[in-house]
Nanobody, 119 residues
């Protein structure tokens, strides 16, 4: 059974940093992309960042480019999202998700972790 477990959310002030972690288990992810998506109250879920498990492909939404950094530790089966210079508009539930490299739809999802940025 595939499991994605997020951790690291919390309450911070604007300008501060947080690091989210997503630990994956239950299958090999060699042909997968692991991504972070977020959803704020009353808004659509939106893409934040993604990284291929192998090959080093990395993607960012324009809204976080230059502030967020995604990385992976294959030995720990964990993907990280370093979030710097946080803004109140970054407040959302952040989800870790996985999709096959050749498919556009995320198949596996974590439960989400809350990030709240106060002004």
């Amino acid at each position: 059974q595939v499991q994605l477990v997020e951790s690291g959310g919390g309450l911070v002030q604007a300008g501060e940093s947080l690091t989210l972690a997503c630990t994956a288990s239950g299958r090999t992810f060699d042909n997968y992309v692991l991504g972070w998506l977020r959803q704020a109250p009353g808004k659509e879920r939106e893409f934040v960042s993604a990284i291929s498990w192998t090959g080093g492909m990395i993607y960012y939404a324009n809204s976080v480019k230059g502030r967020f950094a995604i990385s992976r530790d294959n030995a720990k089966n964990t993907v990280y999202l370093q979030m710097n210079s946080l803004k109140p508009e970054d407040s959302a539930v952040y989800f870790c998700a996985a999709r096959r490299v050749d498919l556009g739809t995320y198949r596996y999802w974590g439960q989400g972790t809350q990030v709240t940025v106060s002004s």
